[in-house]
């Protein structure tokens, strides 16, 4: 299944202010938070996981998402700190590998800037 993000501006023959229409590929609405972190979709393959060799994924789990993400869409954004351009993914290994296992390009990230302080923090 292919991954994609779609964004209209229509503008109103009114002459009011233009409405934006925002959808993903998972259905779910992206949303644009008024503070804290952003919520995107980032590329598998630019989200490094450090933590990933420190437990197995439950493969039951694993599936369970994959099942779930197939028909609804991911409901909840996987946790990513973005340190100097780069994401680091910290939680949400499961539905990570569930779209990993899918062949999805993308997954929505709750994304939070850090230094490299925060993230040698985030490695002990």
């Not at 002459?15 to 229409?21: A, T, V």
């Not at 938070?33 to 630019?46: D, F, N, Q």
């Not at 609804?72 to 700190?81: C, K, M, R, T």
């Not at 999805?104 to 994304?111: A, D, F, G, M, S």
């Amino acid at each position: 299944m292919a991954s994609f993000a779609l964004q209209l501006s229509l503008i109103s023959s009114h002459g009011g202010s233009p409405l934006r229409i925002t959808a993903s590929s998972n259905g779910v609405p992206f949303s644009k938070p008024k503070s804290g972190p952003a919520i995107l979709e980032l590329p598998l393959e630019k989200i490094r996981r450090p933590l990933m060799r420190t437990r197995a994924n439950d493969p039951e789990k694993v599936k369970d998402l994959m099942e779930s993400i197939s028909q609804i869409g991911l409901q909840e954004p996987i946790d990513v700190l973005e340190v100097d351009g780069v994401y680091y993914g910290f939680s949400g290994c499961h539905r990570y590998e569930a779209h990993q296992r899918l062949g999805l390009p993308t997954i929505r990230c709750k994304i939070r800037r850090g230094t490299k302080e925060t993230l040698r923090h985030h490695l002990r």
